[in-house]
């Protein structure tokens, strides 16, 4: 209606019955490619956006696997792990890699998100900085695998993220280390 158009004009347009618009309309199609719905919506003026997001229990590829058990064998003893952990908003599908939790000198909690390979440093950087600003308590730990590639592509985002993961490997690592609270947020190659 809005592009001034009768399902019987889109239908001929897109070489579609106006019977499966009708159905498409009142979302009674079992099944629609993703073709005919993008021709659908082409002729009416429209753009098709189609989002993913990760669902029930994911497969995370061995690599990451192994990257993070190397953080958690660092640990001290008192510290909680927990692997992918929601982000706290309902319906939101986004997840941490892992959550270390401990109790001095008070209760925290700090977010980790694993890295094997940077490919795209100012996607990684956007990506961490909304899943900070929608779970913004606790610290961040960008945890990275030790290749030369990633010392690269770290050495390009460095400058960029200072502000954001100010503290040390060193300082970090010593803090967990010890079952400590490591204060700040920061990137730990591993």
């Avoid at 892992?98 to 094997?116: D, F, N, Y």
């Avoid at 900070?132 to 606790?138: A, T």
Wanted: charged letters at 25%; proline letters at 6%; aromatic letters at 4%.
């Amino acid at each position: 209606m809005g592009a001034g158009l009768s399902l019987r004009a889109v239908a001929a347009e897109t070489g579609s019955s106006h019977q499966q618009l009708r159905r498409f309309e009142r979302g009674e199609l079992q099944r629609v490619s993703i073709a005919e719905a993008g021709a659908w919506c082409a002729v009416v003026g429209l753009d098709l956006a189609i989002r993913t997001y990760p669902a029930g229990d994911p497969i995370r590829d061995r690599p990451q696997l192994v990257l993070l058990e190397r953080l958690r064998v660092e640990l001290h003893g008192s510290l909680g792990w927990q692997t992918e952990v929601p982000l706290p908003i309902h319906g939101d599908l986004r997840a941490w890699d892992a959550l270390v939790s401990g109790h001095m000198p008070r209760p925290w909690r700090a977010r980790v998100e694993a890295e094997t390979s940077i490919a795209d440093g100012q996607a990684l950087e956007r990506r961490l900085r909304l899943k900070r600003r929608d779970d913004p308590d606790g610290h961040l730990i960008l945890l990275v695998s030790d290749t030369r590639t990633n010392a690269t592509a770290l050495r390009a985002l460095r400058p960029g993220l200072q502000d954001f993961l100010p503290a040390t490997a060193r300082s970090l690592l010593g803090a967990l280390r010890e079952g400590r609270d490591p204060a700040r947020s920061g990137i730990v190659v591993l």
